[in-house]
């Protein structure tokens, strides 16, 4: 199967890097299949799924190739060991020759198995290694779960019938969640709530929601929360306090407070979603200002504006913090998926700080607020 998908990309005229492009699967995973290595595959299943996208890819019949690899298995599996266990041949020696070889082998088996217990300390060593290599396993059900998780790490979807299940392996944790599932790799951003199709069959399976991961080390996992696709979201983290002022959005409702050091503060609700995702804002400045901005976890920017000056800046994740020496001529838009609303933050002559950003309340939906800083 290997030689007839590499004959019809060639026959194509396409590259490696160009499949890998349109199919978002790897570059060792194409080279795995068009070379038969099996070994570069993380479970059958994986194999016969990206075996199954290529073919498709390239207008070979998938069910002919996947009967071919599993013929090729077949033919690969290894002969059992009693067929091919040799027999020691019999010479015609001297007696007591055969005497002393025997005696010599009975000894040395005593001292193997008996005295020294060889077989058996591989054996429990083997067991010591593949324990400390063991990866955790979650089995994801329709009931949201919360879950460090850490590289190597797999997420079990059981089978829609029958017994059984598909892994899913973390295999990067680094700024963005990576995810291999049999149709490609999943990359997270940072509050990306995505629902996954894993197979390819057209049906929706799974649910993640990455609410925490780190830019510095790998080695500190990422937080997750998953469900098989079509369970209810867990009641999220209170995070919205009782202050609650609206614009242009009559229908949202005030909260409790979640943080005490925010009572005083007022919060306005600026816009409204159950999943987070990047928002944009829009300044313009129709007088002078001394104005200074900083974005998610980026360095601060400062700089004087003069009247008729514009600026616009981009939230991935956290939010933004500003800060303007006359707030009245500082003008702003913020625009969030397909909505767009315009700020008024200060009087004339006020010094003002002001933080706009996701929060999160106790009935699971997002809000962009404006909260003033002390």
Request: include cysteine; aromatic fraction near 10%; proline fraction near 4%.
């Amino acid at each position: 199967y290997g030689a007839i998908l590499k004959e019809k990309r060639e026959e194509k005229g396409l590259t490696v890097e160009q499949v890998v492009k349109d199919t978002s699967i790897s570059y060792q995973y194409i080279t795995g299949l068009e070379n038969e290595k099996d070994d570069v595959f993380p479970a059958g299943a994986y194999m016969v799924g990206f075996l199954k996208n290529y073919a498709d890819y390239l207008g070979v019949s998938s069910e002919d190739l996947i009967r071919l690899y599993h013929a090729k298995k077949i033919q690969e599996s290894p002969t059992p060991e009693a067929l091919l266990r040799k027999t020691k041949p019999k010479f015609l020696v001297p007696l007591i020759v055969s005497g002393v070889v025997v005696l010599l082998g009975g000894i040395l088996a005593y001292l193997y198995f008996g005295v020294f217990k060889v077989p058996q300390k591989l054996q429990e060593r083997a067991l010591l290694n593949s324990t400390a290599k063991k990866t955790n396993q979650y089995m994801v059900t329709d009931q949201p779960q919360e879950l460090r998780v850490y590289k190597g790490d797999q997420l079990l979807i059981p089978f829609e019938e029958g017994e059984g299940y598909t892994p899913l392996t973390i295999s990067g944790t680094l700024s963005r969640l990576s995810l291999e599932t049999p149709v490609g790799t999943q990359v997270f951003d940072l509050s990306e709530e995505r629902v996954l199709d894993i197979n390819g069959d057209g049906i929706s399976e799974l649910i993640v929601y990455l609410s925490d991961i780190s830019n510095v080390s790998e080695k500190n996992g990422a937080q997750v929360r998953v469900s098989l696709s079509g369970s209810q979201m867990m009641d999220a983290k209170p995070s919205v306090p009782e202050n609650v002022e609206l614009i242009a959005k009559p229908s949202i409702g005030t909260e409790s407070v979640a943080n005490t050091s925010m009572n005083t503060a007022t919060m306005k609700v600026i816009h409204e979603d159950s999943r987070s995702y990047p928002f944009t804002i829009d300044f313009s400045f129709r007088g002078p200002c001394y104005f200074r901005y900083k974005i998610d976890s980026n360095s601060k920017v400062e700089r004087n504006f003069r009247t008729g000056e514009s600026l616009t800046v981009t939230s991935r994740y956290k939010g933004v913090r500003l800060w303007m020496s006359n707030a009245y001529n500082v003008k702003m838009k913020v625009r969030a998926g397909m909505d767009a609303y315009d700020l008024e933050v200060g009087k004339a002559g006020q010094v003002a700080v002001e933080d706009i950003k996701w929060v999160q309340g106790r009935d699971g939906r997002f809000r962009i607020v404006i909260q003033e800083v002390d």
